[in-house]
């Protein structure tokens, strides 16, 4: 047997849910220290850094599966749903974390959305979410059929949109939004061809 037929076969009985699991934990351990005053001088804001990029490294993960799959023959398609679905988890945590420590208030949560184009470009990544979130059962797969492949075509303006959002806020040139971005377009690169099929079909 081969190295890759080995790997796969071993990862065939690895089961997905220690990724919900971890998930939760890391979001519980995050809190948790910042409730104990371990975050450092802003705790708020090292909430918010923390799982905005735990929803970047998701992300890109979720983007590596076809690719990882197609070029090294590494299937790891049975945790793609898992990584989705935590990723949302992520983006939801990191907005509440904004919405209900940092500003607190309704009002000045909307007119930020709506006036500084980094919290609106955010905004606009997670809301492409929420269809891919809503639809990561077996029976909305099921429904939509050849169209849900189509419908998941938006994780990759969700990741670009994500990243841009990382690069529009911070101050001057750091290296940690531009590789994310460059990443995220790498891996859609890699697909292009096979997305251009499915838009065409
Ligand atoms: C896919 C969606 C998103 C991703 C991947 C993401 C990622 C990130 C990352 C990595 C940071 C850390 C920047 C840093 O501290 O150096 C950040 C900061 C921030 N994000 Fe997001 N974000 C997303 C969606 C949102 C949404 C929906 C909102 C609110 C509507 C939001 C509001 C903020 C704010 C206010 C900060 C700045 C925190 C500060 O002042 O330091 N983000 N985001």
């Known amino acids: 047997m081969g190295l890759r037929d080995g790997i796969n076969g071993g990862l065939r009985v690895v089961p997905a849910w220690p990724i919900y699991l971890g998930s939760l934990g890391y979001a519980g351990w995050l809190l948790w220290l910042g409730i104990s005053d371990r975050?450092?001088?802003e705790p708020v804001k090292a909430l918010e850094h923390a799982l905005g990029e735990a929803a970047l490294y998701l992300l890109v993960a979720?983007?590596?599966?076809?690719?990882?799959?197609?070029?090294?023959?590494i299937n790891l398609l049975k945790f793609r749903r898992a990584i989705g679905l935590?990723?949302?988890?992520?983006?939801?945590?990191?907005?509440?974390?904004?919405a209900v420590l940092d500003?607190?208030?309704?009002?000045?949560?909307w007119a930020d959305i709506v006036k500084r184009p980094?919290?609106?470009?955010?905004?606009?990544?997670?809301?492409l979410m929420i269809p891919l979130?809503?639809?990561?059962?077996?029976?909305?797969?099921?429904?939509?059929g050849p169209a849900w492949r189509k419908l998941h075509?938006?994780?990759?303006?969700?990741?670009?949109?994500?990243?841009?959002?990382y690069l529009m806020l911070v101050k001057g040139i750091q290296l940690r939004p531009i590789l994310f971005l460059i990443l995220i377009l790498g891996l859609l690169a890699l697909r292009i061809t096979a997305i251009q099929r499915l838009v065409r079909a």
Not at 118 to 127: P, R, S
Not at 135 to 141: A, D, E, I, K, L
């Open 62 to 73: 979720g983007l590596a599966i076809t690719p990882l799959r197609r070029l090294v023959g």
């Open 39 to 41: 975050l450092g001088a």
């Open 86 to 98: 935590a990723c949302f988890f992520f983006v939801v945590m990191h907005l509440l974390t904004w």
């Open 103 to 109: 500003v607190q208030r309704l009002d000045r949560v």
């Open 118 to 127: 980094y919290i609106t470009v955010g905004m606009a990544a997670l809301l």
């Open 153 to 165: 075509l938006l994780v990759y303006p969700a990741a670009v949109l994500g990243a841009v959002h």
């Open 133 to 144: 979130a809503v639809t990561s059962n077996n029976w909305s797969m099921r429904r939509l």
